[in-house]
């Protein structure tokens, strides 16, 4: 079983940048994919990014790609999601989350574990 704690959100302005923590404890977080999803007020969570359990490959959502990154580092047990050039639309509650597969889907159904999220707000 894991367990995952968010940090690192807050207010940015348009254009700003921000980095998200997960932080892991338990069993398997070597062995899991981990992903990053967003739910915007009244909207369904939505898939951002995912690092499959060795890291070699990431994936992202089409709104994001080329200004999130994702990574991870197995031996601290952490992911990271870089934002950078964020828009108003990127905000939202943020989710870590692990998928014991390992192989890192997009849907948020494939996920065992989740973290309680963290807010990120882009506003000038």
């Known amino acids: 079983q894991l367990q995952l704690v968010e940090s690192g959100g807050g207010l940015a302005q348009p254009g700003g940048s921000l980095r998200l923590s997960c932080a892991a404890s338990?069993?398997?977080?070597?062995?899991?994919?981990m992903g990053w999803f967003r739910q915007a007020p009244g909207k369904e969570r939505e898939f951002v990014a995912t690092?499959?359990?060795?890291?070699?490959?990431?994936y992202y959502a089409d709104s994001v790609k080329g200004r999130f990154t994702i990574s991870r580092d197995n031996d601290k047990k952490m992911v990271y999601l870089q934002m950078n050039s964020l828009k108003p639309e990127d905000t939202a509650i943020y989710y870590c989350?692990?998928?014991?597969?390992?192989?890192?889907?997009?849907?948020?159904?494939?996920?065992?574990?989740w973290g309680p999220g963290t807010q990120v707000t882009v506003s000038s």
């Open positions: 338990g069993h398997s977080f070597s062995s899991s994919a």
């Open positions: 989350a692990a998928d014991s597969s390992g192989l890192g889907y997009r849907r948020p159904r494939d996920y065992d574990y």
């Open positions: 690092i499959i359990f060795s890291g070699g490959n990431q």
